[in-house]
């Protein structure tokens, strides 16, 4: 086997991997939005009606949306060799996923300032715990993304390319999921 083939079995590996890491988040969060379901219709004193505010919902999705975009284009950025265009849009995605927690944060101290806790019912419990480890998921990406870019001129472009690669796959996912919890959690409650 040659070098290059090798390269790529292991890149193919790593794929792999990262997919089936992927598919274990997935029934994580198949089981927290089936609890959701659940609690949801039991919750009572607040019910989600009177919790959820659209302003909120609609301003951070925006935020965390639009970032799916600009880790794309932070990807095209680097296949063209555009290294400055890259590092802009790695900043750009970092920003808006910033915002997206900071909208996060405020949505949940609103609602904790309201009386609305983890504790008050368990369709509260339900919620926070699924937001919660959505946002944790979002927390860690930009983790994620930092370390990328301090990386871009310090590990070989085929790595680099690799771990952005695999990057992509999260921060699409986490996405992803973000559209089931406005469909599931949200805007069933805000319509």
């Given amino acids: 086997m040659t070098a290059y083939e090798s ?3 292991i890149y193919g590996d790593k794929k792999l991997g990262f997919v089936l890491y992927l598919l ?20 009572v004193n607040p019910t989600p009606s009177e919790v959820f505010e659209a302003r ?3 301003i951070s999705s925006v935020f965390l949306l639009s970032s799916s975009g600009t880790i794309h284009l932070a990807e095209k950025a680097f296949k063209r ?8 849009w790695l900043i750009a995605t970092i920003i808006l996923a910033a915002a997206f927690l ?10 904790y ?19 919660g480890l959505h946002a944790a998921h979002v927390v860690f990406g930009i983790g994620w993304m930092l370390l990328l870019a301090y990386q871009i001129n310090r590990i070989p472009s ?6 952005q690669t695999i990057f992509g796959y999260y ?13 599931i959690v949200y805007i069933p409650y805000l319509l």
């Fill in 102 to 111: 900071i909208m996060e944060s405020h949505e949940f101290q609103v609602y």
């Fill in 7 to 9: 390269h790529h079995t």
């Fill in 24 to 43: 274990g988040e997935l029934v994580m969060f198949a089981t927290l939005f089936a609890t959701y379901i659940i609690f949801s219709r039991q919750g």
């Fill in 81 to 88: 060799e555009e290294t400055r265009k890259l590092w802009g």
């Fill in 113 to 131: 300032a309201e009386g609305f806790t983890l504790t008050t019912n368990v369709f509260l419990s339900s919620f926070y715990i699924l937001v």
């Fill in 158 to 163: 085929s790595i680099y390319e690799q771990k």
């Fill in 171 to 183: 921060w699409h996912f986490v996405d992803i999921i973000w559209l089931f919890i406005l469909a």
């Fill in 56 to 58: 909120t919902v609609i």
